[in-house]
C-alpha cells in the first residue's frame, strides 16, 4: 500500500512539475500537439466528468493565458482552452487578435497554415474561425484516422446560458 501511494505521488509531482516547466505559450502548444498522437495520455489528468455526450478530463498542461482548459471526449478527442470571457463583444476583439497571431507565430514554423472559415454564430461574423491544418499530401495506401497529424482550431463562442462571449482554442488528437 506504501509503495502505491509513493507512485501515485511521485506521478502527481511529476505531472505538476511538467505542467509547470511549460512557461511559453508556443512550449505548452508544443507539448500538447505531440501527445496528441498518444492520446494525449502524458498530459491526461483525472476524469472530471462524464455524461451521455462527453468526457472530460483535467489536464496536467496549462495553455499560458488561459482561464479554464481540460481534455475533452466528444466526437473526437481534443484539448480546450478558454482564453477570454466577457458579455461585451468588443472586448473580445485585442484577445482574438493577439491569439490568433500567437498561434500562427507558433505553428507556421512547424507546417502548419492557416485558413478562416465563417462563425456560424448569428452576431459574430466579425469573428472568423481560425483553422490550422498541416499539408498531408495524397493519402499513403492504408492511411486511417489515426495517421492524420493534429490540428488547432480558435473560435469565438457565445454562451446563451450565461449570457457571454468566449474566445476558445482546441487542439484536437486527429
Given at each position: 500500500m506504501f509503495l502505491k501511494q509513493l507512485l501515485l505521488?511521485?506521478?502527481?509531482?511529476?505531472?505538476c512539475t511538467f505542467a509547470q516547466a511549460q512557461v511559453t505559450f508556443c512550449e505548452a502548444v508544443n507539448s500538447i500537439l505531440a501527445d496528441a498522437p498518444e492520446g494525449f495520455q502524458h498530459i491526461k489528468g483525472r476524469m472530471m466528468e462524464s455524461n451521455m455526450n462527453a468526457t472530460m478530463w483535467a489536464s496536467t498542461i496549462k495553455l499560458p493565458g488561459s482561464i479554464g482548459y481540460r481534455l475533452v471526449q466528444s466526437m473526437g478527442?481534443?484539448?480546450e482552452a478558454a482564453i477570454f470571457q466577457s458579455s461585451d463583444k468588443?472586448?473580445?476583439?485585442?484577445y482574438y487578435e493577439e491569439y490568433k497571431q500567437k498561434l500562427a507565430d507558433c505553428l507556421g514554423p512547424k507546417g502548419y497554415k492557416m485558413s478562416m472559415q465563417d462563425n456560424v454564430t448569428a452576431g459574430l461574423g466579425d469573428f472568423?474561425?481560425?483553422v490550422f491544418l498541416k499539408d498531408i499530401g495524397d493519402p499513403k495506401e492504408g492511411a486511417t484516422l489515426k495517421d492524420l497529424p493534429p490540428h488547432v482550431t480558435m473560435e469565438v463562442l457565445y454562451n446563451k446560458d450565461k449570457g457571454g462571449f468566449s474566445v476558445v482554442i482546441f487542439l484536437f488528437q486527429h
Open positions: 505521488t511521485t506521478a502527481t509531482v511529476a505531472s478527442l481534443f484539448y468588443e472586448k473580445i476583439q485585442p472568423k474561425k481560425v
